[in-house]
């Protein structure tokens, strides 16, 4: 899982895997925010985090086509820390807003 500094030009034209059906990329600017690139070249914003039981969770936030990469990062640093109820429960990781 690469590691890599997500921009608005790589957000909009990101390498697509062609050895396997997925590659997430880890934004290397905030903690947790994933860039999810499918083999059609297809792509989507998630929020990774552990809950307080210790079990990964993924949150989707959107895709490049329905949410800036400045808006998906704001959601991701907006949601506070270490938090029981991470984030379905905020208002602000709402895709109807």
């Keep these: 899982m690469p590691r890599q500094n997500l921009t608005p030009k790589f957000v909009t034209n990101p390498p697509k895997p062609t050895d396997k059906p997925k590659t997430d990329y880890f934004d290397t600017q905030v903690s947790g925010f994933i860039l999810e690139v499918r083999s059609s070249g297809k ?5 990774r ?6 079990q990964l969770k993924q949150v989707k936030l959107g895709t490049p086509e329905t949410l800036s990469l400045d808006g998906a990062r704001s959601r991701v ?4 820390k270490n938090s029981p109820c991470l984030p379905e ?8 807003e």
Excluded: M
């Design 43 to 47: 792509a989507t914003y998630y929020l």
């Design 49 to 54: 985090y552990r809950d307080v039981a210790g």
């Design 77 to 80: 640093s907006l949601a506070p």
């Design 89 to 96: 429960d905020y208002a602000l990781f709402s895709l109807y």
